[in-house]
């Protein structure tokens, strides 16, 4: 009877101990299964950043193979089209440089008046002097030629190339924005301190900016430097550079 009761009692305490210990057991294999879900969770959250991030730069490197491509077209265009002709991809009246007032030589009709007094006399010394109205008459359609040949000369003049700003005085403006201005015909500060909201909006849409040159201020730093007004630019825009703005 008494070994029965010790059987029955050890019995008893290895049902607890054992269920004690499962206990524990399934708790931190609960645990480690919530563990593994969350590392599962956030595997696939890396995954989806990944795809993203991979996406995104596939984008800018499609944006940036365009900006090239754009790029090597504006500069194609100038040099495949004349001076005398305006190729396609030109830009409008407002953006493209004035050009000077071209400084044609003045007529000089002086000579033809020596030459004309010159042949009058020799005409007059003749024995007859009614020979010397002919002669006269004659010589007077000299002037008109030589005016004509002057005009036709000032008529035929090519106006003077202006020399072009340098553009990267401009805050916001570095080589890459310089080089796609001058695509454009954009070559002095006269020209941006003129632009209007439709030539704002067509160069944006074409440097690809979304409201840059309002936020950078380019038309009033433009307008200060077109004016000479150095002293005015350096107080209100004291980061650009005076010589060059990278």
């Not at 089209?81 to 000077?100: F, I, Y």
């Not at 002037?143 to 004509?148: F, L, S």
């Amino acid at each position: 009877m008494g070994t029965f009761f010790y059987m029955l009692l050890a019995f008893l305490v290895g049902v607890l101990v054992g269920w004690f210990l499962w206990g524990r057991l399934r708790g931190e294999l609960d645990s480690l299964r919530g563990d593994l879900d969350r590392t599962r969770s956030e595997r696939d959250k890396l995954r989806a950043d990944s795809d993203r991030l991979t996406g995104e730069l596939d984008a800018c490197g499609k944006t940036r193979a365009d900006l090239e491509r754009r790029l090597r077209e504006a500069q194609a265009t100038p040099a495949a089209g004349t001076s005398a002709a305006k190729p396609a991809g030109q830009a409008p009246a407002a953006l493209m440089s004035t050009p000077p007032t071209a400084k044609s030589a003045p007529a000089k009709p002086a000579p033809a008046k020596p030459a004309a007094a010159k042949t009058a006399p020799a005409k007059s010394a003749a024995p007859k002097p009614a020979a010397s109205k002919p002669a006269a008459k004659a010589t007077a359609p000299a002037k008109p030629a030589v005016a004509t040949s002057a005009a036709k000369s000032s008529a035929t003049a090519k106006p003077a190339a202006a020399k072009p700003d340098n553009l990267r005085r401009l805050i916001g403006i570095g080589p890459v924005n310089e080089k796609l201005l001058k695509a454009q015909g954009v070559t002095s500060f006269a020209q941006i301190a003129a632009w209007t909201a439709a030539d704002i909006k067509r160069i944006e849409d074409v440097m690809n900016f979304d409201g840059r040159i309002a936020r950078e201020r380019w038309i009033e730093q433009a307008k200060l430097l077109a004016a000479g007004d150095e002293t005015e630019f350096a107080k209100q825009f004291p980061t650009a550079g005076t010589a060059s703005n990278t």
